[in-house]
């Protein structure tokens, strides 16, 4: 049962990271204040984001944790340590919560705020 449960975790982890970078991409194709290039050009721009890139590895690891839980490879261990340190460095950087409240009226809004812009 705990090696069910820890597939479990690392599965919910993975479609997290997932669904984290399937927002901002939306976001950024659908931003209402940026109309100068083309909706699929601002979704690529997207992943150059420090944000993305770190929950990219988050979710590989993730990923590769639920078909195997016990690895053992130094290039996993990189992976896994770049994950955890990216996300590390990004919660450092980005505020603890939004300075005034939120009214959170459409998608842009949640891209917006996420500090990936």
Request: aromatic residues 6%.
């Amino acid at each position: 049962m705990p090696l069910i449960g820890a597939r479990l975790w690392f599965a919910a982890t993975a479609g997290c990271a997932l669904a984290g970078v399937v927002i901002s991409a939306i976001t950024a194709a659908n931003d209402a204040h940026e109309r100068s290039h083309p909706a699929a050009a601002r979704a690529v721009n997207a992943f150059v984001f420090f944000t993305i890139q770190s929950h990219l590895l988050v979710g590989a690891a993730a990923v590769l944790l639920v078909l195997k839980l016990n690895r053992s490879s130094t290039a996993f261990a990189v992976l896994r340590l770049s994950s955890i340190g990216g996300h590390h460095c990004h919660g450092a950087r980005v505020p603890r919560g939004p300075r005034t409240p939120l009214d959170l009226k459409s998608w842009d809004a949640v891209g917006a705020s996420s500090g990936s812009r």
